[in-house]
Structure formats: structure tokens, C-alpha cells
């Protein structure tokens, strides 16, 4: 399966428009039985690059995939690198050139990339000072 970078940036939109620091699973059912292997897969990438953690401070795996089986009541947040990657997904200048230049990545290119984007934009505006 491909990475799709609008449904990442659609999964990160609820912890960033939502009003608490922990949200529970549940809010994302609605996506999970739309699509149970595209939200599944798109999950784990968030996890497997620690986006995303538990109130206990561990991976948040919630997901039982030999039975499709999801726990629910899960609290969950956004972690720091979530939120300066989100900055990088919610800037068009950056997605537009990214998707232009690559249409197969991986998700550790992906936020490499989208770290050094965001460090040359800060590099740009404090020179510019």
C-alpha cells in the first residue's frame, strides 16, 4: 500500500482541531470502518515513527489485525515531532513540491523531508531579520 499523505494529514487534523490534549480512539472509528487496512496501515506509519503517544507514555497499538478487532478508550496524543510534522503537512508549498517530486516514498523520507523544509523556512525567515 502507498502512503497517502492527505489521509495522514486528515488522521493528525483531529488531535490538532480537537480541544484536549488526549482524545480517545473512538474518535476515529468512522475511518476505521470506512477503510480498516488503509487506516490500519497509515496508524502504524504515525506509531512507527513515535508521532503519536498513549497516556501511559507507550506506542499507542490498539488494533488486533488477525481479527480486525479494535479497543476503544484508548486516550492518545500528539506528540512533539507530530506537531512540527503536521506544520510541514499543512503547508502547501511543501506538499505540492513534495508530491511533484516523488510519488513512492517512505514514511522516514517523508519526514525527513519535511524536517529539512521546515528548517530551511526558519533558516530563511531569521536570516531575513
Do not use: P
Not at 55 to 81: A, E
Not at 82 to 109: C, P, Q, R, V
Not at 117 to 128: D, G, K, M, Q
Amino acid at each position: 500500500m502507498k502512503i497517502d499523505i492527505d489521509y495522514i494529514k486528515l488522521i493528525l487534523d483531529e488531535f490538532i482541531y480537537g480541544n484536549e490534549n488526549y482524545i480517545e480512539n473512538d474518535r476515529f472509528e468512522s475511518m476505521i470502518y470506512d477503510d480498516f487496512e488503509k487506516f490500519s496501515f497509515h496508524w502504524d506509519l504515525l506509531c512507527d515513527q513515535s508521532l503519536l503517544v498513549a497516556s501511559n507514555n507507550t506506542t499507542v497499538r490498539f488494533i488486533d489485525y488477525g481479527n480486525k478487532n479494535v479497543t476503544y478508550g484508548i486516550l492518545i496524543r500528539l506528540h512533539n515531532n507530530g506537531h512540527t510534522f503536521y506544520s510541514a503537512l499543512n503547508d502547501e508549498n511543501f506538499i505540492n513540491k513534495f508530491k511533484k517530486s516523488t510519488t513512492h516514498f517512505s514514511m522516514s523520507i517523508l519526514m525527513k523531508s519535511a524536517s529539512e523544509y521546515l528548517e530551511n523556512n526558519v533558516s530563511s525567515f531569521i536570516n531575513s531579520l
